[in-house]
């Protein structure tokens, strides 16, 4: 029997794809899968000094674009931090700090409470009550003695080096935001191949900054300190309280943004010469009308299928404009597609355009998009020996082209599982506008065969789609990626059952399959790395 | 004798000196030995070099379309061709990850090994305030969100594990360099500073010693880098007010892809003409970049046409003209290098090897076996640019090793399929 992440056989189960959508029975389950120490990618690095300080730091331009690995930015394997990093780091914590201390501005009303004594009259007993309770925000657990003597040396050491108290004040909290317990998420090993269940400030961590990109705050960290956390019951209830919360919009600008690849929208460049308003307020109203189609989902007000079903979104004038549309939105701010030949996601200009050339569609970005996204089953990179052989047809539409040229056998096993998918969104050109005709002047066919099954046009493909056997765990795989920051591996193929059927019992609903993810032993449990690196 | 002084130089720093030790010689020191720094550069182009394009036909030089703009800088710089990186072809990722290792990591897998700039720069790390950099621009690429994603944008590699990122924005690459540079400040209130920084990044120091032992291997293995980091930025730190040359206007926010990719030479050269590091590598954008030049009216992306040149003479006349601009801002740049009169007398390019190299050799059909590159400089490691040097074949690491030897640095281990070096 295949289960669904078994490593295929051979290039063509591959192709097949691997997963045939069966959900394993039962556990011949390992431990789960290991997890490396993550970096703060740097959006969360922003976040959390924002959060933690009371200020809007801007930290995330002054570090490189993250990694992506997985198809996520949280994924820990990717975020490597290099040497060029500890310069970077120390710039922006001085620029918060500075943002902080008001020292070009108004200071953060946060310094009342952070600096919460005098400092001239209560000395050292005033550096140890702010180093405790910084600390604890700031590393995500309750500090020990020595970890409060550390600071309290680090303030004595700036005194001595005749700093004002504020200033030493500030030299310590500069340390304690450029310590690895800060810009990193260490988790102590148990020990080789050993299991051990999470700590709760540990789960507050995971909990906020898959929910919100960004650090536990209060009442997180007291649910931890209490206990109540991890009572039966408690994280489940910490994360419906945090869906709640305006910051879990994280999901939407994070998660959503790169499974969705929402965040791809302001990188397309489409030809200039044909689509010459292609500007940055035209990809930032696509954005938004991507984020309207994917928010009432991801903030859990509506199943999965409105994603690719649902008959209205945000189209703002401008991009009302691009679609020659009357620019009319409802009570709520959202237009009514009904009667346009569009709904959901994949019918959105942005969508359309990030999946596409910069002057023609590509069925194969399309249907890879869609394969790798929603069916979790995108092909190999082309073999090293693909040999590219192209016959370039005289006169004969794109799509015509298109199947020309994968018609050689090397390319035919992946591309005619590509494809197709894309075929059927013929209607739609590289800007996102529906259309009659292609660029060669042809009557556009988007008509296909879809694992058997005879399918046209977007509503089609979208009801396709959500009969797809591999759909709910595909959701399911993106989530637990982005949520633990690694590939699910053997001892997690159970979670992603169990997480599935959560989801498909709930009526595709994700806070559904958010609760079944962080009640799961992969998020709850650390495993041992091994002790020798391959 | 500069081997004898770097000899020196490394095993007091790796006994008692290392955080406090000056980070380089007094620039009159320098003058007076009339010595110059050897330096590496190597420029990345994503799928832009296709043999096709670039070899010549016979064994002489003869400039093709994308090769023109190297007119202008006569016996400087030469066209190398026919060298095979046998740990390449196939995928994006693994052709760009081993066209400075040498070492093909498995598919997908963000593995390699270190790359020649690294080693370069390991052998100096003590005599230069950043033992190297890298550069990028924000090109898009088609790889963005996929497992490809970091091996297609990395060409410079730490060890086998660690990709080393390039900074992207111009201004942010400068602050990094001129960071720290206040001259309004008296001696004893900058000392002061120095000394107050020093205290956090011991502290920080003391903090990495503590959780290690609490940490699984490979996670103590990512603290390393963390500690290498704050190592360096000491010695920078004490380096500080030593550093004699003018920094530039900082650059602004957001400029677009030629206005980066300006900025990107220019602190290169600036970089390189202060001394601040000797080696640099730079991406035009990853592999798989879909970056389109307006300005020149080619407004197809530059992978779509990297694939379509073969079949269309429309895009592989766009193709061409795209690839003989980024050749034209390589050979300005080299030429700044030119303009440069070095500390011993000769111009900067000389002291220098500079190269352009693309990870396929035709990149309709991913093949890394013919592959080309531009060779400018280096006459003071006894290169003899201005040539076409047929590579007949060779591993294309026997051109790695050219430009070790070029910095003397033994490449012994380095790589996978050396079988020389390359007569450059």
């Known amino acids: 029997m295949r289960t669904p992440f078994s490593i295929a056989p051979g290039l063509v189960l591959a192709l097949a794809g691997c997963s045939n959508g069966t959900l394993v029975e039962e556990d011949p389950v390992g431990p789960p899968g290991v997890q490396a120490m993550s970096r703060l990618n740097r959006v969360e690095h ?73 400092l001239d009259v209560e000395g050292r007993n005033c550096v140890q009550q702010i180093a405790r309770d910084f600390l604890l925000e700031a590393w995500r657990r309750p500090p020990t003695d020595e970890d409060v003597a550390w600071v309290v040396a680090l ?152 994603l690719l079903t649902q008959q209205k979104s945000l189209i703002d004038r401008r991009l009302a404009l691009h679609y020659t549309m009357l620019h009319q939105p409802g009570a709520d701010g959202m237009s009514s597609l009904e009667g346009t030949g569009r709904q959901g996601l994949l019918t959105t200009a942005g969508w359309l355009s990030i999946t596409s050339h910069p002057d023609e569609t590509s069925s194969v970005r399309r249907g890879h998009w869609i394969l790798e996204k929603l069916l979790c089953d ?128 709930a009526g595709r609903t994700f806070p559904a399959l958010i609760e079944a993810i962080v009640t799961s032993r992969s998020f709850l449990d650390a495993t041992g790395a091994p002790e020798v690196t391959p | 004798m500069t081997w004898t002084r770097r000899q020196a130089l490394r095993t007091a720093a790796s006994t008692l000196w290392l955080p406090f030790l000056p980070s380089i010689l007094p620039r009159e020191a320098r003058a007076a030995t009339g010595e110059a720094p050897r330096r590496l550069i190597v420029w990345f ?107 297609v944008s990395r060409i410079s590699w730490a060890n086998a594990t660690t990709p080393l990122a390039p900074i992207t924005s111009p201004q942010a690459a400068f602050d990094q360099l001129f960071e720290g540079q206040d001259n309004s400040l008296s001696e004893s209130e900058a000392a002061r500073r120095r000394a107050l920084r020093h205290s956090v990044l011991d502290a920080v120091k003391d903090r990495i010693s503590s959780l290690e032992p609490k940490l699984s291997t490979p996670d103590r293995h990512r603290l390393d880098q963390y500690t290498t980091g704050i190592r360096e930025l000491e010695r920078r730190i004490d380096g500080l007010g030593e550093l004699q040359c003018e920094p530039p206007i900082r650059p602004g926010l957001n400029p677009n892809y030629v206005e980066t990719v300006e900025l990107m030479a220019e602190l290169q050269y600036i970089a390189m003409s202060c001394d601040l590091t000797r080696v640099a590598t730079f991406m035009y954008g990853p592999s798989a970049s879909d970056i389109t030049l307006p300005d020149l009216s080619i407004n197809q992306g530059s992978h779509q046409l990297s694939h379509a040149w073969s079949y269309d003479d429309g895009a592989n006349g766009d193709f061409q003209a795209m690839n003989q601009w980024h050749v034209a801002q390589f050979v300005a740049f080299c030429e700044r290098l030119a303009e440069h009169e070095d500390q011993d007398g000769t111009d900067m390019l000389a002291n220098t090897a500079v190269v352009l190299g693309s990870e396929f050799s035709d990149a309709s059909a991913h093949t890394s076996d013919q592959l080309c590159m531009l060779v400018a400089g280096g006459e003071a490691g006894g290169f003899r640019p201005g040539r076409h040097v047929n590579g007949g074949g060779q591993p294309h690491a026997n051109l790695l090793r050219s430009l070790l030897t070029h910095m003397n640095v033994n490449w012994s281990g380095f790589g996978q399929n050396g079988t020389g070096v390359l007569g450059l």
């Open chain 1, 46 to 118: 922003e976040n959390t000094l924002d959060d933690l300080l009371g200020i809007a730091s801007r930290a995330r331009e002054r570090l490189p674009p993250d990694p992506v690995a997985e198809g996520f930015d949280t994924v820990a394997e990717g975020l490597v931090l290099t040497p060029a990093y500890a310069q970077l780091y120390e710039r922006l914590t001085d620029d918060a700090l500075a943002r902080f201390f008001g020292d070009n501005g108004p200071p953060s009303p946060d310094v009342e409470r952070i600096v919460s004594c005098d």
């Open chain 1, 155 to 306: 303030y004595n050491r700036g005194m001595d080096l005749e700093a004002t108290p504020t200033e030493a004040i500030r030299l310590a909290m500069k340390g304690i935001l450029l310590s690895p317990e800060f810009i990193f998420r260490p988790e102590p090993t148990p020990g080789e191949d050993q299991i051990r269940s999470l700590d709760g400030f540990e789960v507050a961590t995971r909990l906020a900054y898959f929910l919100w990109s960004s650090t536990p705050d209060a009442e997180l960290l007291a649910a931890a300190a209490s206990g109540a956390l991890l009572e039966p019951g408690g994280v489940a209830a910490q994360a419906d309280r945090m869906l709640d919360d305006p910051r879990a919009d994280a999901l939407v600008e994070n998660f959503a943004g790169q499974w969705l690849d929402i965040r791809r929208v302001k990188t397309t460049q489409p030809n200039p010469d044909v689509h010459p308003f292609f500007d940055d307020g035209l990809k930032a109203s696509m954005q938004a009308e991507m984020r309207s189609v994917a928010e009432p989902f991801l903030r859990g007000n509506a199943p999965f299928d409105t």
């Open chain 1, 378 to 505: 995108s092909p190999p990179p082309p073999p090293p020996d693909v040999e590219s052989t192209v016959s370039i047809l005289p006169d004969g539409s794109v799509r015509q082209q298109e199947e020309a040229i994968r018609q050689s056998g090397d390319c035919a096993a992946c591309h005619n599982l590509m494809d197709p998918l894309g075929y059927t969104l013929h209607g739609y050109g590289p800007v996102g506008l529906e259309r009659a005709t292609d660029r060669l002047g042809f009557d556009i066919d988007d008509a296909a065969r879809l694992e058997g099954t005879p399918v046209s046009g977007a509503a089609e493909l979208a009801d396709w789609l959500l009969s797809h056997e591999q759909v709910d765990r595909c959701v399911t795989k993106h989530t637990f990626i982005y949520a633990l920051g690694r590939a699910p591996e053997e001892g997690d193929d159970q979670v992603i059952d169990q997480a599935t059927r959560a989801f498909i019992e």
């Open chain 2, 45 to 151: 182009l994503p799928h832009g070099m296709q043999h096709v394009h670039v070899a010549p036909e016979g064994g002489a030089l003869e400039t093709t379309t994308v090769t023109e703009p190297i007119a202008t800088l006569p016996g400087r710089i030469s066209v190398v061709t026919n060298l095979n990186n046998s740990s390449g072809g196939g995928s994006h990722g693994r052709s760009t990850a081993s066209l400075l290792t040498d070492i093909p990591g498995p598919y997908g897998v963000a593995e390699a090994g270190i790359s020649v700039d690294q080693l370069a720069a390991g052998e100096y790390a003590l005599d230069v305030p950043f033992p190297s950099i890298q550069l990028g621009t924000e090109a898009p690429g088609l790889f963005g969100s996929s497992g490809e994603g970091i091996l």
